[in-house]
DNA sequence: TGAAATAATAAATATTTATGCGTTTTCTAT
DNA sequence: ATAGAAAACGCATAAATATTTATTATTTCA
């Protein structure tokens, strides 16, 4: 059985829209997926992508997708497109300098967020790289603010947006 | 015994500088050190500091430590400045884009490299955000090309800043 | 086609990591 | 100084994860 291609972008998006903190829950969600595989198999699945777990900050820990599987590879690009364009409940700041967006996230979900970024494939951002509650997101050198403000605007709740929005305003703003 | 406090940065320093991938290695190394510890507390020490095990291209496991912890809390700034100023053998390739520097390093070794980065505590780096094998480092907007490369002339090895020296020739050369 | 090589997997097991609980130490406020 | 609370810790064990081994499917290529 080579199920394994299809599977590993599968489990990439699970572990990117879910918290998973087990191998065993990883499985379930599989299986609710169509996959049956046994928790022998995931374990290599996730050497493989180089996933990791993580403490969170209420306590537990969760599987998150290390940056260069994503920034270099990007194997998985169109998965199955699961981007609820709802607002952003992980993003806590946004702050900008220069070319270079940093936004802070809660524990555990910077790495959600900047597969969702990713996601919306906008010209304006070249690239992403998340940390556990950091993401960096390059930002095109023809870009201006206020394209950064329109893109962000649809993508992160409005209280993030208000606190940032004078890094939009300040010079710079082309 | 309250010998939390002095250990942490110890362990920061060790899987900074080591490539540690269990508890039980960590512990000798502790030991060496003077702090004996059974596994169960490191597994709360690694806990505490979000520490992760991520999967090496060398088919092993390595702990590295999770940005925000050095990122924001930066608790363990002056630890025992093992910052050996000998050029760093695990960074691959180095590149700027506007007033980011990204450094590739070999799997792993991006948390430690960015480590010793901070360490430097030079004026012309204002953060580093570390992946699994790429470091981000976001430089001062007054900072010219030329300082950065007088600040890497002594952290990286010859061969990647020859590779590199382009870079710094180029425009926005000041 | 069919033999050999390669890859994917499960089952069982070994290894590693997390945690409940009881004890001791340290801290805090009186 | 001392009671009470909180933190740190070890021990024992539970839980989770990695790996060895054997089996089956898939690919390759003569």
Same mark, same amino acid.
């Given at each position: 059985?080579?199920?394994?291609?299809?599977?590993?972008?599968?489990?990439?998006?699970?572990?990117?829209?879910?918290?998973?903190?087990?191998?065993?829950?990883?499985? +379930?969600?599989?299986?609710?997926?169509?996959?049956?595989?046994?928790?022998?198999?995931?374990?290599?699945?996730? +050497?493989?992508?180089?996933?990791?777990?993580?403490?969170?900050?209420?306590?537990?820990?969760?599987?998150?997708?290390?940056?260069?599987?994503?920034?270099?590879?990007?194997?998985?690009?169109?998965?199955?497109?699961?981007?609820?364009?709802?607002?952003?409940?992980?993003?806590?700041?946004?702050?900008?300098?220069?070319?270079?967006?940093?936004? +802070?996230?809660?524990?555990?979900?910077?790495?959600?967020?900047?597969?969702?970024?990713?996601?919306?494939?906008?010209?304006?951002?070249?690239?992403?790289?998340?940390?556990?509650?950091?993401?960096?997101?390059?930002?095109?050198?023809?870009?201006?603010?206020?394209?950064?403000?329109?893109?962000?605007?649809?993508?992160?709740?409005?209280?993030?947006?208000?606190?940032?929005?004078?890094?939009?305003?300040?010079?710079?703003?082309?």
């Amino acid at each position: 059985m080579k199920k394994r291609k299809s599977r590993l972008p599968v489990i990439v998006d699970i572990l990117t829209h879910n918290s998973i903190g087990s191998q065993e829950e990883l499985s +379930k969600q599989l299986a609710i997926r169509g996959y049956i595989v046994t928790q022998a198999t995931l374990s290599r699945d996730l +050497k493989m992508l180089r996933t990791t777990k993580i403490a969170t900050d209420m306590g537990g820990y969760r599987y998150i997708i290390a940056d260069s599987e994503r920034l270099s590879n990007e194997p998985f690009a169109k998965t199955q497109n699961t981007v609820q364009s709802s607002l952003h409940p992980a993003a806590l700041s946004l702050s900008v300098s220069g070319n270079l967006v940093v936004i +802070k996230t809660r524990n555990g979900y910077a790495s959600g967020l900047a597969y969702d970024l990713d996601m919306l494939e906008s010209q304006h951002i070249l690239g992403t790289i998340p940390g556990a509650d950091t993401v960096f997101a390059v930002v095109n050198e023809t870009s201006s603010r206020k394209d950064l403000f329109n893109l962000f605007q649809s993508f992160l709740p409005q209280s993030v947006l208000d606190a940032a929005k004078h890094q939009f305003l300040g010079e710079d703003n082309e």
